[in-house]
Structure formats: structure tokens, C-alpha cells
């Protein structure tokens, strides 16, 4: 299995951004899948997820400005990132919670990870 990544770049503070991560290989089943950051000097935290039957969490930081949205049929998660702000520069990193298989055992609940793309809003 492998997550895609895609749409960092660098912005000036109140522009916007577009996140996309599409995840292929061997897939039963995608549970759930979310968008961390990681900031220089700080832990990895949880911007945003959607589980497979919609269900959307945001971290309080990013209520109203970030929207995360699921293509079940691509695979794909999106993070539309509007008013960002300096603070928000980190990597971001995709996540997926799946149900897959390898030599013919099922495996449930796996935790995947993307490379990070790097986001970097200007003041």
C-alpha cells in the first residue's frame, strides 16, 4: 500500500492551498483517512480525518478554515486548507486506517503513512 501525497507549496498568509492523497495497492477496505502536521520543534498532530461512512473531525485550530473530503472512489482524501495562517507551516503528512492483504491474509486496521509535503505560509 502506498499514499500519495500532493499540493504543498508556499503561501502568503490568508491564501490557500489544496491537499491531495490517493492511496493504492493492495486495499479491502479504506476505514478512514485523516491529515496530520508536524511543525519544527513540535509532535505530530491531527489536523483533520473522515471515516469511510463521513464522519469529520477537525483540530480546533483549523475550524472553519480547513475542509477535508473523500473521493470512497479514488481513494483519495482531500484537505482544502483557506485563510492560512503562519502558524499552520508545517509538514503535512496523509494517514489511512485500512483493511488490506498480503500473501493471502487479511489484515484489518493497518496505519499507513505518506511522505509529508511541506506547507509554508509567509506573514
Known amino acids: 500500500v502506498q499514499l500519495q501525497a500532493s499540493g504543498g507549496g508556499l503561501v502568503q498568509a490568508g491564501g490557500s492551498l489544496r491537499l491531495s492523497c490517493a492511496a493504492s495497492?493492495?486495499?479491502?477496505?479504506?476505514?478512514?483517512m485523516g491529515w496530520y502536521r508536524q511543525a519544527p520543534g513540535k509532535e505530530r498532530e491531527l489536523v483533520a480525518s473522515?471515516?469511510?461512512?463521513?464522519?469529520?473531525n477537525y483540530a480546533d485550530p483549523v475550524k472553519g478554515r480547513f475542509t477535508i473530503s473523500r473521493d470512497n472512489a479514488k481513494n483519495t482524501v482531500y484537505l482544502q486548507m483557506n485563510s492560512l495562517k503562519p502558524e499552520d507551516t508545517a509538514v503535512y503528512y496523509c494517514?489511512?486506517?485500512?483493511?488490506?492483504?498480503?500473501?493471502?491474509?487479511?489484515?484489518?486496521?493497518?496505519?499507513?503513512w505518506g511522505e509529508g509535503t511541506q506547507v509554508t505560509v509567509s506573514s
Open positions: 494517514n489511512a486506517d485500512l483493511n488490506t492483504i498480503v500473501a493471502n491474509t487479511r489484515y484489518y486496521g493497518f496505519d499507513y
Open positions: 495497492g493492495s486495499i479491502l477496505r479504506i476505514n478512514a
Open positions: 473522515i471515516t469511510s461512512g463521513g464522519t469529520i
